[in-house]
Nanobody
Framework: QVHLVESGGGLAQAGGSLRLSCSDS????????VGWFRQSPGKEREFVAA????????YYADSVKDRFTIVRDNVKAPVYLQMNNLRPEDTAVYYC????????????????WGQGIQVTVSS
């Protein structure tokens, strides 16, 4: 069973940085890809970034490209989302999600989800 837990959210000023962490506290090791999604009030959940398990290939939404970096040092380590040059429009609840092996950009294709963590960027 995959049990995902996010950490590292909070408040940042515009232009600042935060690093989110997604850890799997489940007991069964699973080869999975990890994606980050976010949702603001009144908006649909949107894709942010993802990383495949085997190839390490990464994917980014255009809105965060060159500002956010998804990193996984090894298959047993947490997956980090380094967020730089934050903007007020990045304010949202951020979720990490997992699915077998290959990353995708569709939330519908992820099997496991964390509880979400708030990120607030002030102007």
């Amino acid at each position: 069973q995959v049990h995902l837990v996010e950490s590292g959210g909070g408040l940042a000023q515009a232009g600042g940085s935060l690093r989110l962490s997604c850890s799997d506290s489940g007991r069964t090791p699973v080869s999975y890809a990890v994606g980050w999604f976010r949702q603001s009030p009144g908006k649909e959940r949107e894709f942010v970034a993802a990383i495949s398990w085997s190839s390490g290939k990464t994917y980014y939404a255009d809105s965060v490209k060159d500002r956010f970096t998804i990193v996984r040092d090894n298959v047993k380590a947490p997956v980090y989302l380094q967020m730089n040059n934050l903007r007020p429009e990045d304010t949202a609840v951020y979720y990490c999600a997992a699915r077998p092996v290959l990353a995708t950009t569709s939330a519908l294709e992820y099997d496991y989800w964390g509880q979400g963590i708030q990120v607030t960027v002030s102007s």
